[in-house]
T-cell receptor, first 113, second 115 residues
Framework: NAGVTQTPKFRILKIGQSMTLQCAQD?????MYWYRQDPGMGLKLIYY???????DKGEVPNGYNVSRSTTEDFPLRLELAAPSQTSVYFC????????????FGPGTRLTVL | AQTVTQSQPEMSVQEAETVTLSCTYD???????LFWYKQPPSRQMILVIR??????QNATENRFSVNFQKAAKSFSLKISDSQLGDAAMYFC????????????FGKGTRLHILP
């Protein structure tokens, strides 16, 4: 198993540009999550999904959108990038149902200039 | 609302010594999970240890152990025989099953290992 994979690893955007951060998992996990980690801080939940076709907002959803058309993929869309979205983005997944531990991807470092 | 607090932004320990990282949390739930994650410079989040709240016995993984005090809502991590590879950011995290299994993270403690 590859686990949770994220692409790209690094990206620089100009203000106002858009992009999609890709996340995929091959563990057949139902629950998937997107976090952002600002420098020196913990992780903040952006969006999450409890299954294909079901998504919900987390703590900091503004400026982002998600979709979940398959169990494996959970892309995060940034529209009209702003410097405040400069961060490291992590995708995570769990089987669901009270298991608890989250499996994390390697992260995407995004800089908006 | 559930919260996780790590009161030590940074700590240092001499190689081969023991260090304890503190974590407190706030919840009204009786059944939940607690975790310590390690984040080395590679940024990868690595699970160090986990504790189920219904278990009275403290979890142990090799050189890593926890002191879980449920009544006090405290969950500290002890690292014995510290090694240079233990240098990282450590995050305490809390999770409870409410149908979406969200995890709340603390702000982290940066651990330095002094050779």
């Amino acid at each position: 198993n590859a686990g949770v994979t994220q692409t790209p690893k690094f990206r620089i955007l100009k203000i106002g540009q858009s992009m999609t951060l890709q996340c995929a998992q091959d563990m057949n996990h139902n629950y998937m999550y997107w976090y952002r980690q600002d420098p020196g801080m913990g992780l903040k939940l952006i969006y999450y999904s409890v299954g294909a076709g079901i998504t919900d907002k987390g703590e900091v959803p503004n400026g982002y959108n998600v979709s979940r058309s398959t169990t494996e993929d959970f892309p995060l869309r940034l529209e009209l990038a702003a410097p405040s979205q400069t961060s490291v983005y992590f995708c995570a997944s769990i089987p669901g149902g009270g298991v608890g531990e989250q499996f994390f991807g390697p992260g995407t470092r995004l800089t908006v200039l | 609302a559930q919260t996780v607090t790590q009161s030590q932004p940074e700590m240092s320990v001499q190689e081969a010594e023991t260090v304890t990282l503190s974590c407190t949390y706030d919840t009204s739930e009786s059944d939940y999970y607690l975790f310590w994650y390690k984040q080395p410079p590679s940024r990868q989040m690595i699970l160090v240890i986990r504790q189920e709240a219904y278990k009275q016995q403290n979890a142990t993984e090799n050189r890593f152990s926890v002191n879980f005090q449920k009544a006090a809502k405290s969950f500290s991590l002890k690292i014995s025989d510290s090694q240079l590879g233990d240098a990282a950011m450590y995050f305490c995290a809390y999770s409870w099953y409410v149908g979406d299994d969200k995890i709340i993270f603390g702000k982290g403690t940066r651990l330095h290992i002094l050779p």
